[in-house]
């Protein structure tokens, strides 16, 4: 359940945002866009580059789309502020990310539980310009529609402990490409900074046995050794052992 409700398109397929809401943005991308530098990785940061995000103004579906169509093919969409996870996982597979038509009040500008439209244009779509990091997300999206709920549930935390929360190792140090921490202020800071997380070697069958909250800061984050061990995952190998797992995901998801 949320309080929040999207904004439906105008006539033009656009969203009318108040002044209020344009500020919001505003505030969150101003301070965003200064905490990222050397905490982002390359990728993450040349994807931003080439959104080129209005500061002053809720950008509208169609400009993103705009450029993401030019680099990878994908677009984003307008949703309700919770979608069923079929309709999520069939959008991934049809190269469109869900871009719920709302943002955050001033008194969760710092944490929502909520994915606004902050978070999915900020958070995941530099990454979505990046073509073998597109490509994992639509495969993800394709072998997750393909498979049980019990089994979806259990690739949920693949996709948070990656696309959500990942974090991976460069020549420059630790960096992140996870959309759920780079659309956060504070995040960015603890992700990297602070002493409290467990911060562990990625490995696909421990990801898999990780539940995971989406209501607190994380306890846990899985570093990749480089971005391309990502897209190594493309194999039927995730389904077989997402399977062979038993335990009743005690999470629900809010993982767009
Ligand atoms: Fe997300």
């Known amino acids: 359940m949320t309080k929040y409700v999207a904004k439906k398109p105008n006539a033009s397929g656009d969203v009318d945002f108040t002044p209020e809401e344009n500020e919001t943005w505003n505030i969150l991308i101003e301070r965003q866009n200064k905490v990222i530098q050397n905490r982002a990785c390359d990728e993450y940061l040349a994807g931003l580059k080439k959104l080129d995000l209005p500061v002053h103004r809720i950008p509208q579906c169609r400009e993103i789309s705009e450029v993401l169509k030019a680099t990878t093919g994908w677009s984003v969409v307008p949703v309700d502020a919770i979608i069923p996870l079929e309709k999520f996982f069939s959008l991934l597979a049809n190269c469109q990310f869900p871009a719920a038509t709302f943002i955050r009040v001033r008194d969760d500008l710092d944490y929502l539980q909520e994915p606004d439209i902050f ?7 530099p990454m979505l310009t990046e073509p073998a990091y597109a490509d994992f ?3 993800y999206g394709e072998q997750a529609v393909k498979t049980s709920k019990k089994v979806q549930a259990i690739l949920g935390r693949l996709f948070w402990f990656t696309i959500e929360f990942g974090l991976v190792r460069t020549k420059a140090g630790l960096r992140i490409y996870g959309g759920g921490i780079l659309s956060s202020y504070a995040e960015t800071l ?28 994380q306890k846990i984050y899985f570093t990749l050794s480089d971005i391309s061990e990502l ?3 493309k194999t039927n ?20």
């Open 119 to 125: 978070h999915e244009f900020f958070g995941h779509c």
């Open 137 to 139: 997300v639509q495969w």
């Open 190 to 217: 603890y992700a990297l900074d602070s002493k409290t997380p467990a911060r562990c070697a990625f490995n696909l069958q421990n990801v898999l046995n990780t539940p995971y909250r989406y209501d607190e800061i």
């Open 231 to 233: 897209f190594t995952l």
């Open 237 to 256: 190998k995730i389904i077989e052992l997402a399977e062979k797992i038993q335990d009743a995901p005690d999470n629900n998801f809010v993982i767009c």
